[in-house]
């Protein structure tokens, strides 16, 4: 089955930076759309950024110019990069593997905590 794996999530104060990194296992990782959403406490989970197989990217209105979304394909990793984080950044943040009508999957996601 396929796996997905995160990492990079922490606390970091407000205008500081991370990366979180999402390693997929099981999967022909270079025909997969790619994507990072997130949950906040309450909230419903959203979509932070995705990419295509052929690297064409999309983002979220509230992320964009602060976030990058890219891939690896010989690692078969994706990675978001965070900059100038704000507290409404706080969310668990959750990988996402989509190949188009044929399967979805997620990872278990990993918190990420923006506080001073």
């Known amino acids: 089955q396929v796996q997905l794996e995160e990492s990079g999530g922490g606390l970091v104060q407000p205008g500081g930076s991370l990366t979180l990194s999402c390693t997929a296992s099981?999967?022909?990782?270079?025909?997969?759309?790619m994507g990072w959403y997130r949950q906040a406490p309450g909230k419903q989970r959203e979509m932070v950024a995705r990419?295509?197989?052929?690297?064409?990217?999309d983002y979220a209105d509230d992320v964009k110019g602060r976030f990058t979304i890219s891939r690896d394909n010989a690692k078969k990793t994706v990675y978001l990069q965070m900059n100038n984080l704000t507290p409404e950044d706080t969310a668990v943040y959750y990988c996402?593997?989509?190949?188009?009508?044929?399967?979805?999957?997620w990872g278990q996601g990993t918190q990420v905590t923006v506080s001073s």
């Open positions: 099981r999967i022909r990782f270079s025909i997969f759309h």
């Open positions: 996402n593997a989509n190949l188009v009508n044929v399967l979805s999957t």
């Open positions: 990419i295509t197989p052929s690297s064409t990217t």
